[in-house]
């Protein structure tokens, strides 16, 4: 498995720290507002990691936080700017912070399940989590690397030389472009210092501290919940292109300089799902949400597919025309397994068909470990299909078929549920009443049933042995 370390530069091969073993943790979202799909793009690669190494054998530890406190307005420079995001909005509707988050939470885990994510072993919560928080901040403090000041506590970035390793943005260029949007605080020994617990008198979320009552900053908590579930030093750590700077590279200053340990051995990150240009964001333009989308007829394996079909680090336009063609590619495919692959006359196995699943899997495991190739992964499908249609499967052939489809969707999970015999057994006697009317040539009541099932999304196909039905 080689994958696109942000760190690094460069495409690495994988090595776990520990044999077999995946330790990962996704940044997770911000709960002051619904998720727009564009942050559920950073939470699918979490998901298609999870899923890509469990089909490769490995087990794999997955920790997404849930950041319930001290994300802050201005969180694209490094200071201790702006205002808390969740403590803003409750304050513009006046309801209570906590109310807010949780109730974001709960949509967050709705949308999840509707694009098949799976489940995490945990959800963390900043605010379960503060005094995992203050011992880290503690120990920065006692080694030098922050210092508090009238409530509030500092990291002093110019006591960490790899500052700047991840993004690029050393303090040595930090300064030289100084844009004026760091804050200048006289109780700054740098002004690119940023805030790992803050003193506020009006936030509504507070916590006692050895500095006193205050909230902790956004970049400690990952450092402290990562750390308190997959220790010093894992695997991989994910996020949005956002994330790079300044989240990630507070978060690497912050580990490494209490542990001495490297702190993540691969940073991998998605690039932008945009709309007309510019990255979808909450704080401008046309947004998106899942229930929006499903509002619309789309699926949530519709939005998985399209999202999958373009690999994870290009940029990923929103566009209908985009949805509606993963619409129609899951149609393809289901239609496959459930319909062209179903009742195939009995026969025995052909070895053509086995040799095509051989070589298609083996090409959709290169596709994988080519640094998470899902694009060239659904050729393989496409190609597999016509190649397998053309070789006309026995019903034995046809099995093991569905049998690789259905291990190709273990990582792309589009493939609809299996039909409930109830529906089978339901249709099979619309059939029959249907034949029944036929014969005694009421055609009106025929077509009735034909035309009751297709309102429901179900064609009826009269062939020469019979009649068949798919879903459309
Ligand atoms: P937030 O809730 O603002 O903390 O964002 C949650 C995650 O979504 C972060 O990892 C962001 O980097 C990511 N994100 C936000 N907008 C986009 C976007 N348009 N495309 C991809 N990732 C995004
Ligand atoms: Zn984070």
């Known amino acids: 498995m080689r994958l696109q370390d942000t760190l ?5 091969e994988f090595v776990p720290l520990r044999p077999g073993k995946v330790r990962m943790y996704n940044c997770g979202p911000t709960v002051y507002r619904r998720n727009h799909i564009g942050n559920y793009r950073a939470y699918m690669l979490g998901d298609l990691l999870r899923r890509t190494f469990e089909y490769l054998g490995y087990e794999v530890q997955q920790i997404m936080n849930i950041t ?17 995001k969740l403590q803003k909005e409750a304050q513009a ?20 399940k509707t694009l098949r994510m799976l489940d995490a072993d945990a959800y963390p919560r900043a605010t379960d989590h503060i005094a995992e928080m203050i011992a880290m901040i503690e120990s920065l403090i006692e080694k030098g690397h922050a210092y508090a000041v009238d409530g509030n506590v500092y990291f002093a970035v110019q ?44 936030h509504l979320m507070q916590w006692d501290s050895p500095w006193g009552k205050g909230f902790p900053g956004w970049h400690i908590e990952c450092s402290a919940m990562s750390r308190k579930y997959l220790g010093d030093t894992f695997d991989i750590h994910t996020g949005g292109p956002d994330n790079i700077f300044p989240h990630h590279e507070c978060e690497i200053a912050q580990s490494e300089s209490v542990t001495g340990e490297t702190f993540v051995r691969y940073w991998v990150h998605v690039g932008w799902l945009t709309i007309g240009g510019d990255k979808m964001a909450k704080r401008a333009g046309k947004l998106y949400t899942v229930p929006e989308l499903v509002e619309m007829g789309y699926e949530g ?22 949805l509606d063609e993963a619409k129609r590619i899951r149609k393809r495919i289901n239609n496959f397994v459930f319909y062209e692959m179903a009742n195939r006359p009995e026969d025995f196995e052909k070895d053509a068909v086995k040799a095509e699943i051989e070589e298609a899997r083996e090409r959709f495991q290169a596709a994988l470990s080519d640094d998470l190739n899902t694009s060239e992964a659904l050729a393989v499908i496409h190609g597999f ?22 291990e190709w969707d273990g990582v792309f999970a589009i493939l609809d549920d299996e039909p409930e015999d109830d529906l089978d057994t ?29 309102a429901r999304g179900i064609e009826l196909l009269d062939t020469a042995q019979g009649t068949r039905w798919k879903t459309k």
């Open 8 to 12: 690094s530069g460069k495409l690495e």
């Open 68 to 84: 319930d406190v001290g994300h802050l307005t201005e969180d694209d420079v490094a200071d201790a700017r702006g205002e808390d």
């Open 426 to 454: 339901e249709i099979q006697q619309l059939i029959e009443e249907r034949n029944a009317a036929r014969a005694s040539k009421d055609f009106a009541h025929a077509d009735q049933i034909r035309d009751d099932l297709l």
């Open 159 to 202: 006591s960490f030389e790899r500052y700047g390793t991840l993004s690029g943005n050393t303090l040595a260029k930090l300064e030289a472009g100084a844009s004026g949007r760091v804050e200048e605080r006289e109780e700054k020994r740098n002004p690119n210092d940023f805030a790992l617990w803050k003193h506020d008198p009006k």
């Open 301 to 322: 394996p519709d939005i998985r597919l399209y999202m999958l079909k373009q690999h994870y680090r290009k940029p990923l336009p929103f566009d209908l025309e985009l």
């Open 385 to 406: 299909m016509t190649a397998v249609n053309k070789l006309e499967p026995s019903n034995a052939d046809a099995a093991l078929v569905v049998e690789f489809v259905r």
């Open 93 to 112: 509707r006046k309801v209570d912070p906590w109310a807010i988050a949780r109730e974001v939470e709960e949509w967050f885990h709705q949308d999840r």
